[in-house]
């Protein structure tokens, strides 16, 4: 399943979601590149998305969630990657 978590965190002047999938990261990136999210969006296991993106994704199929409800179910489907100082992209999309 796809889910999109509310825009809030705040960067270069927007607020921004994270949009990930519980399933696999196949997943995300088939339902990315179809809402024609730009790849460079992919931080380890989300894509980072503008507040103004939020609702086209919604309606494209994306489940609004809280932000810990996303980490929970990602963690749960042990597609989480922690972050670390020497690879931003997990091991599968290297």
Same mark, same amino acid.
């Given at each position: 399943?796809?889910?999109?978590?509310?825009?809030?965190?705040?960067?270069?002047?927007? &607020?921004?979601?994270?949009? *990930?999938?519980?399933?696999?990261?196949? +997943? #995300?990136?088939?339902?990315?590149? /179809? %809402? =024609? !999210?730009?790849?460079?969006?992919?931080?380890?296991?989300?894509?980072?998305?503008?507040?103004?993106?939020?609702?086209? &994704?919604?309606?494209?199929? *994306?489940?609004?969630?809280?932000?810990? +409800? #996303?980490?929970?179910?990602?963690? /749960? %489907? =042990? !597609?989480?990657?922690?972050?670390?100082?020497?690879?931003?992209?997990?091991?599968?999309?290297?």
């Amino acid at each position: 399943m796809i889910l999109i978590d509310p825009p809030a965190v705040p960067s270069r002047g927007r &607020l921004w979601s994270h949009l *990930a999938s519980d399933t696999s990261y196949d +997943e #995300l990136h088939e339902f990315a590149a /179809a %809402a =024609g !999210l730009p790849e460079r969006g992919f931080d380890r296991d989300h894509y980072d998305v503008p507040a103004e993106w939020y609702d086209a &994704l919604v309606a494209a199929g *994306a489940v609004p969630v809280r932000s810990r +409800e #996303l980490v929970h179910r990602l963690v /749960a %489907a =042990g !597609l989480r990657v922690r972050r670390t100082h020497t690879s931003k992209v997990p091991p599968e999309r290297q």
